[in-house]
């Protein structure tokens, strides 16, 4: 291929690509995107909690349902059931806010007592906004073309919000585990705390967070 | 291709995602590596693949095969019972009467936009064959 060639396949692929897409509303453009990613992750998560846990899964309701804003759990939801060992069932609802370590703390009850993530697995028959307590599992979805630190420092904080650092012990889904896996955590809760990114480069900075626990998975569609 | 070349052709693909209102993707400070402890900017030539493959990522937000896939993947591991039928978005209704959607959107209907990834990678594949 020479320039000329490829400058014109270029302006080819953006054009087609802007013809398909010129008539979305911006807004509800980006939400989609997002969400797509998000079941996108979603499709990965559930996978991992068959293949490497071994729980088994159902589904409760008819179509899988993102919330534009962020919520409190209902059960009246669609949601995922997981079964766990020894009759210990686990619950995965989407876009979820859940009540901050600091909260807990101070007693406080402004914007900052809490925070959503995309996906969370918190055991049965929780309702509301689950505590930071209950949290077995927290999925953030970041489906940024391109990654960029601040999805880091964001994430650090969140998982402060989470759990106390402390020595590692086998996560909650381990415990909870057909398979019993070796999966540790160095938190308590042993709550698992995994990013979802589609942009390679996430992996650069994948070190220093997994001393607190976070789990940096790429996952491109 | 000569660095020249790719120098040209990194302008045009930064005009095109400018005028997609994609400035994140177009950013060449975005592209910027740690080399030993040294931030150096990417080559023109790698600057080039490295703005095709962001754009292939951010396509693959819309596109319906990337939904059709998950969809599959989520039915095969249900162990028993109900699969979903499709996977929606609910829209606060206030905010739906503004936007003009549905409080429901569902995400299958998203574009089938798999023609743009697959004319998109075939390119980077060419100018990759290309390598000097």
């Known amino acids: ?221 | 291709m000569e660095e020249e070349d790719f120098r040209e052709l990194a302008q045009v693909i930064r005009q095109q995602l400018q005028e997609l209102g994609l400035e994140s993707v177009a950013d060449i400070d975005n592209y910027v590596v740690d080399a030993e402890g040294e931030r150096r900017r990417p080559s023109a030539r790698v600057l080039v693949f490295e703005m095709l493959k962001a754009f292939d990522r951010h396509v693959a937000l819309l596109d319906r095969s990337v939904y059709e896939h998950a969809m599959g993947g989520i039915r095969e591991v249900i162990s028993e019972g109900a699969r979903p039928e499709d996977a929606v978005i609910q829209i606060d209704p206030g905010v739906s009467e503004i936007v003009g959607a549905r409080d429901l959107f569902s995400l299958r209907d998203v574009h089938d936009i798999g023609e743009v990834r697959v004319s998109l990678r075939r390119l980077i594949e060419s100018l990759e064959r290309d390598e000097p």
């Open chain 1, 1 to 221: 291929v020479n320039k000329g060639q490829a400058i014109a396949e270029v302006k080819r692929i953006f054009g087609r690509y802007h013809g398909v897409t010129q008539r979305d509303d911006r807004w509800l453009s980006t939400l989609a995107g997002g969400k797509v990613y998000e079941l996108y992750c979603l499709s990965k998560v559930l996978e991992r909690l068959r293949q490497t846990y071994g729980f088994r899964l159902q589904f409760r309701g008819t179509n899988i349902q993102f919330q534009a804003s962020p919520g409190y759990i209902d059960h009246s939801r669609p949601h995922f059931i997981i079964q766990g060992s020894s009759g210990h069932h686990l619950e995965l609802f989407t876009d979820i806010e859940f009540t901050t370590l600091g909260k807990s703390r101070t007693q406080s009850n402004d914007l900052s007592s809490y925070h959503e993530v995309d996906l969370v697995v918190v055991p049965a028959g929780i309702n509301g906004r689950p505590s930071h307590q209950m949290i077995a599992l927290a999925v953030e979805c970041k489906s940024h073309a391109i990654f960029t630190k601040s999805i880091v420092k964001e994430v650090l904080g969140v998982r402060r919000e989470m759990t106390f650092l402390q020595s590692s012990t086998r996560s909650i889904l381990a415990q909870l585990s057909p398979l019993h896996p070796s999966i540790t955590v160095p938190a308590d809760p042993a709550s698992e705390y995994w990013v979802a990114f589609s942009d390679a480069r996430g992996l650069q900075y994948a070190h220093s967070p997994s001393a607190f626990g976070i789990t940096f998975q790429h996952w491109q569609p």
